[in-house]
């Protein structure tokens, strides 16, 4: 596991979930800077290559700014947000899990979920994203993962 071990954060990462209602916007919410998403592609990718593995990264709060982006209840919705967040890559090819767990947040995935995770993360610098992957049981204990411009 040279890759992942060798792997460094970099950039601006912020990670949310709204606590209220449940029902608009489901699951935790992701958005980072230009040079935290390319660290963010950096680590998919040494996960990937690796093939097993994970890393713990420090994250900051999200922004009056970010948080607007998705207006959830013209941004009077209450939220949380961990310090940190790990992400593990599991052995199981198609297995997804993202509880609503604070510090640390843990995002574990199997390799069939690494083509989507890219794909959100590199749409973020971009100007894309309001869009999820992930589990969502009813909108009832969601373990989706936004992603936000």
């Known amino acids: 596991m040279q890759h992942v071990n060798s ?3 970099s950039g601006r990462i912020s990670l949310w979930r ?18 935290g ?12 290559t690796d093939g097993a593995g994970g890393r713990t990264l420090t994250l900051a709060p ?14 009077r919705a209450r939220w949380v947000a961990p ?3 790990r992400i593990r890559l599991l052995a199981a090819p198609d297995e997804w899990s993202f509880p609503a767990d604070l510090d640390p947040a843990l995002l574990s995935f199997g ?6 995770l890219r794909a959100g993360i590199a749409d973020i610098p971009g100007g894309r994203g ?8 009813d909108r009832t204990c969601s373990e989706l993962l936004w992603f936000w411009r």
């Open 7 to 9: 792997w460094k954060p």
């Open 18 to 35: 709204y606590t209220e209602p449940l029902h608009h916007h489901p699951g935790w919410h992701l958005h980072a800077d230009a040079p």
């Open 37 to 48: 998403c390319a660290s963010l592609l950096s680590l998919m990718e040494a996960l990937a």
């Open 62 to 75: 999200p922004s009056p700014g970010l948080l607007a982006v998705p207006n959830n209840r013209g941004n």
């Open 83 to 85: 310090e940190t967040l």
């Open 111 to 116: 390799c069939a979920w690494i083509t989507r």
């Open 130 to 137: 309001g869009y999820a992957i992930g589990i969502d049981h």
